[in-house]
């Protein structure tokens, strides 16, 4: 199973409540903070709700 490199690269400031609930779920804290997470369906779908804050690479395990 892969695995997804998730980055911050932009700023929180500006999102809504519900942007920012989905980075703290995934367990971003400030730019340029990076978490690992396995690929689900879950995953893929917070990270499509806030795809223009975060920065996406695959990993293969």
Same mark, same amino acid.
């Given at each position: 199973? @892969?695995?997804?490199?998730?980055?911050?690269?932009?700023? *929180?400031?500006?999102?809504?409540? *519900?942007?920012?609930?989905?980075?703290?779920?995934?367990?971003?804290?400030?730019?340029?903070?990076?978490?690992?997470?396995?690929? $689900?369906?879950? /995953?893929?779908?917070? /990270?499509?709700?806030?795809?223009?804050? /975060? %920065? /996406? $690479? %695959? %990993?293969? @395990?």
């Amino acid at each position: 199973m @892969s695995t997804l490199l998730i980055t911050q690269r932009r700023s *929180r400031n500006g999102a809504d409540k *519900r942007q920012i609930d989905t980075l703290r779920s995934l367990g971003l804290r400030r730019i340029g903070h990076t978490v690992e997470h396995p690929d $689900t369906a879950q /995953v893929r779908g917070m /990270v499509h709700k806030v795809r223009h804050l /975060v %920065e /996406v $690479t %695959e %990993e293969d @395990s």
